[in-house]
């Protein structure tokens, strides 16, 4: 449905308005998208002769199927999902960007439950796993990264996912800050900067802070990279690369002032408090790439992990092509 939904952009070199080429780039919103935002803002999709539409969706998840028929050319993806789809033999997707070399899902639990529970940040890693046994936990939506990184904890802390906890979807970053703000859900775990907000606004405790590595086995991690639709970017290289290069001088000036980038992205963020996305995105900054290019080895020791965590449910193909390359990224 949401693929029909979404405008079919052109192939094979059709130029949109302007002489410029049409992209759309399906992602939920996240700080971790910042060189795109600031891409966008400061005209750096133009200069590439890219005539870019974001599609801002409710879930990761729901931009799947419209890569996959075309009628977006870029989606933000977890590894593991892509990893996935292509065990379930949907291999119409290749990852061509990196974004994020750790996991940034950041867990916030309402302070008198964890008090309760006895545990805080400072807690070892396994107190704060088995702290979530009983709750109502909320995620974006079934199957979704918040949803299966979440299950990794209850598993890691020996409790059965679908016995010992109550896994809710709710939707978007905001909607799971008003859930955990009412008291619809106890925790929820997404990517900064709602957990941070929640803190702030003295509803909620940080137990996991995934861009400060927390999570041992997470924190050097492929996590998150723009996939394309492997035909479209066959047909379009040259628009594939310059996608990537606007990406790439984006991240340059987030890198350069975070305070600049944090103003310039709050519209998209869903929250109006600068402050709170510059602590966002200074959180972000060393898991964030520079480059967008894929190291061979991260990528198998990732592929591995997330077999052994059951993310996946095989290991996956390490080699260049199968998941990921590094043709379109000047790697």
């Not at 805080?120 to 995620?139: F, N, Q």
């Not at 519209?267 to 709170?276: C, S």
């Not at 449910?313 to 390490?318: C, K, S, Y």
Request: hydrophobic letters at 45%.
């Amino acid at each position: 449905m949401l693929a029909l939904a979404l405008p079919v952009a052109a192939c094979g070199g059709d130029a949109g308005a302007g002489g410029l080429e049409p992209v759309t780039v399906t992602s939920l919103p996240s700080a971790f998208l910042a060189s795109m935002y600031v891409a966008e803002k400061n005209g750096l999709f133009a200069d590439e002769g890219i005539d870019l539409e974001i599609v801002e969706l409710q879930s990761g998840v729901d931009g799947v199927s419209a890569v996959v028929s075309g009628s977006a050319q870029f989606a933000d993806m977890g590894l593991d999902d892509l990893a996935t789809l292509a065990q379930e033999g949907e291999e119409s997707l290749v990852m061509t960007h990196n974004l994020v070399g750790r996991v940034t899902f950041t867990l916030v639990m309402n302070p008198d439950v964890a008090r309760d529970k006895g545990v805080t940040r400072e807690s070892p890693i396994e107190d704060r796993y088995a702290a979530l046994e009983g709750l109502k936990l909320g995620v974006t939506s079934p199957g979704a990264a918040s949803d299966k990184y979440l299950r990794h904890y209850l598993r890691s802390a020996g409790l059965d996912p679908e016995r010992d906890a109550e896994i809710i979807a709710i939707g978007d970053g905001a909607s799971l800050l008003a859930a955990l703000e009412t008291g619809q859900i106890d925790a929820y775990q997404l990517s900064p900067p709602t957990p941070y907000v929640a803190e702030q606004e003295g509803f909620g405790t940080v137990l996991i802070d995934g861009p400060a590595g927390d999570v041992p086995e997470f924190k050097d991690f492929v996590y998150t990279g723009f996939a394309v639709n492997r035909a479209w970017a066959e047909e379009n290289p040259r628009t594939a690369q310059a996608f990537s290069r606007a990406l790439n001088a984006g991240m340059e000036r987030v890198a350069a002032d975070t305070a600049a980038a944090s103003a310039e992205i709050v519209d998209r963020m869903g929250e109006d408090d600068v402050a709170i996305i510059q602590q966002t995105l200074d959180a972000l900054l060393p898991a964030l790439s520079r480059d967008g290019c894929f190291d061979p080895a991260a990528v198998r020791s990732t592929l591995e992990t997330m077999d052994s965590v059951e993310l996946t449910p095989d290991l996956g193909d390490a080699n260049e092509g199968a998941l990921w390359t590094n043709d379109y990224n000047g790697c």
